[in-house]
């Protein structure tokens, strides 16, 4: 694996796709999602100029976040269990998965306890598979004001995953409906709610042609996941 020629590789679809999509590539934020990756390939990565990281087990997290490089900017994007909502606002920059109620107030109270806020994204099953967290998009809309009241909580947007489809084609509908959601909300609360994160690996260039703020990627920079804890926190 050739973490320069991934990025490199990365950067370009970038850039076709802001080039399709007529966005202005410094609106597009490339996330690294080093899940399952070793803190090697993250200074390595570093190195190459990304700063930014996604990860999504908040033991793996523990581990890897004080031995990583010092000015990296960690971002958790898993599914969040409420008594681990302590440990995410200690660690990460940004909550991407904030998918209910119950987690938004246990997050809120952590931070009240805490005296701080939490930057959050509101992840949004915009297909509706069983499979996926998140609100639907009726129940974001209808609970924004009430989430709005939690004042711990700094909502800068909206995050979703799409469907596994061998048709990338396919995901453009989740994602032009997220960027949609995100302009009713924006109409209902009279506030901005400028990021939208949406794009993985297979994926990322035809969320960013329909708006993307940030794109989660992993395996198109660091190649196949391992799990091994032992080589994660070397
Ligand atoms: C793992 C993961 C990614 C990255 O997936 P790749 O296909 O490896 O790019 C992005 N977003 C979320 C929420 C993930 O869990």
Not at 197 to 226: C, Q, Y
């Amino acid at each position: 694996m050739n973490l320069e020629e991934n990025l490199e590789r990365v950067r370009k679809r970038i850039q076709g796709a802001c080039e399709r999509g007529n966005r202005d590539p410094s609106d597009v934020s490339l996330l690294a999602v080093s899940k399952g990756h070793t803190l090697n390939d993250i200074q390595s990565v570093t190195e190459l100029g990304l700063h930014r990281f996604g990860e999504n087990k908040i033991q793996e997290a523990k581990l890897k976040i004080p031995a990583g490089p010092r000015h990296a900017e960690w971002h958790f994007i898993g599914h969040l269990q409420t008594n681990k909502s302590r440990d995410a606002v200690r660690l990460f920059h940004m909550i991407h998965g904030v998918d209910s109620l119950r987690l938004a107030e246990a997050l809120q109270e952590t931070c009240e306890k805490q005296a701080r806020n939490a930057r959050v994204l509101l992840e949004i099953n915009i297909s509706g598979e069983a499979s996926k967290h998140g609100f639907c998009p009726k129940e974001a809309l209808d609970q924004l004001e009430y989430l709005n009241t939690l004042q711990r909580l700094e909502i800068h947007g909206f995050m979703t995953m799409a469907p596994w489809t061998p048709e990338v084609e396919k995901t453009r509908p989740i994602f032009r409906q997220l960027h949609l959601l995100r302009q009713q909300c924006e109409d209902a609360m009279g506030v901005p709610f400028p990021v939208l994160s949406m794009g993985m690996s297979h994926d990322f260039e035809v969320a960013i042609e329909e708006g993307a703020t940030i794109v989660r990627v992993g395996t198109s920079l660091f190649g196949k996941r391992h799990y091994s804890k032992k080589k994660l926190s070397k």
